[in-house]
């Protein structure tokens, strides 16, 4: 027990930490992250065409979030008349819905490659196809319209799944972890905002004009449109190979062996590759520096060179 006539204190902490300090400046700061991820798109080593043509896909990307949110009170547009559709329905359209996007999306996708069209085009046909589909719902006043325009929609949402890398092709390795940070922060800002702004419009319209959400989503698919217009006649002559150049301490990424018990093989989860980070990332291993322990068994002694001192290093 205790004795009352102790000096230690109740609120003292029993573990401290003596570098607590050395903890607190070495903490990231999330300010500089944030001014990082919002300047990634201005840098000296790009030319203007490059950071035009980043910043129309950022603008056309962010547009068609913000027109997809007009789908978000499509539930209640169902449940309404005309339709006055029941969970059941709901369910068999959900169904089919997913299946055609599997199989159109992909099937169409593979005719656009094959045909030879760039990027900027695949996301302006997209687009075409997203103005369409929310005409032809808007107007919809039967169930097999609504089945029908499923083979329209199937073919508009190109933008999405093409804007990451669309963007890495303009970009350095070590710029694209910000500027995909940064799509994705301007991604749920837009989906949050529109989510609740157009279900609130369509609640306020439901009565009088019951398809107003979806000639907006209309009116602003007009806009990524008329961008990636812009883009594909901006890249038109500009080489996929055409990226920024790399500095010598932008090297390969280093495999790392973990211990096992047999040989490492394709798909193997042991064998771990790190990806180039940034030019100060400690996990970064220069091509010359680098150990041959992959080609000699883990039992045997290894023979490293310092790069400091060009000394031989036996393990």
């Known amino acids: 027990f205790k004795k009352s006539s102790s000096n230690l204190n109740e609120r003292t902490p029993l573990l401290n930490s003596p570098n607590e300090n050395d903890f607190k400046e070495l903490s990231p700061n999330t300010c500089s992250h944030f001014f990082q991820a919002c300047t990634v798109f201005h840098s000296s080593r790009r030319?203007?065409?490059?950071?035009?043509?980043?910043?129309?896909?950022?603008?056309?990307?962010?547009?068609?979030?913000?027109?997809?949110?007009?789908?978000?009170?499509?539930?209640?547009?169902?449940?309404?008349?005309?339709?006055?559709?029941?969970?059941?329905?709901?369910?068999?359209?959900?169904?089919?819905?997913?299946?055609?996007?599997?199989?159109?999306?992909?099937?169409?996708?593979?005719?656009?490659?094959q045909a030879g069209a760039s990027d900027a085009v695949i996301c302006l046909i997209s687009h075409m196809f997203f103005l369409a589909s929310n005409l032809w719902l808007a107007f919809a006043s039967s169930a097999w319209e609504l089945y029908a325009g499923l083979l329209v929609s199937a073919f508009s949402g190109y933008q999405g799944s093409l804007t990451m890398s669309m963007m890495a092709k303009w970009l350095a390795p070590h710029e694209r972890p910000h500027a995909f940070t940064l799509v994705t922060e301007i991604n749920t800002i837009m989906t949050t905002f529109g989510t609740t702004f157009f279900t609130w419009v369509y609640a306020r319209t439901v009565a009088n004009y019951r398809n107003l959400t979806f000639l907006i989503g209309a009116g602003l698919c007009i806009i990524p449109t008329i961008l990636n217009l812009c883009l594909a006649l901006l890249t038109r002559k500009m080489s996929d190979e055409e990226l920024p150049p790399l500095s010598e301490n932008e090297v390969e990424p280093a495999p790392v062996r973990l211990p096992n018990n047999g040989p490492p093989h394709a798909g193997d989860a042991t064998c771990i590759v790190i990806p180039s980070r940034s030019l100060t990332s400690s996990m970064r291993t220069p091509v010359l520096d680098r150990s041959r322990h992959n080609s000699i068994d883990e039992n045997e002694p290894e023979e490293v060179i310092n790069s400091s001192t060009d000394d031989l290093i036996t393990f």
């Open 47 to 113: 030319n203007s065409k490059k950071s035009a043509s980043l910043l129309l896909t950022l603008i056309s990307n962010m547009f068609y979030t913000l027109a997809s949110t007009t789908f978000a009170p499509f539930v209640w547009f169902l449940l309404n008349a005309p339709f006055c559709w029941s969970s059941q329905n709901i369910g068999n359209y959900s169904a089919f819905a997913a299946i055609s996007y599997a199989i159109l999306s992909v099937l169409g996708m593979q005719a656009l490659t």
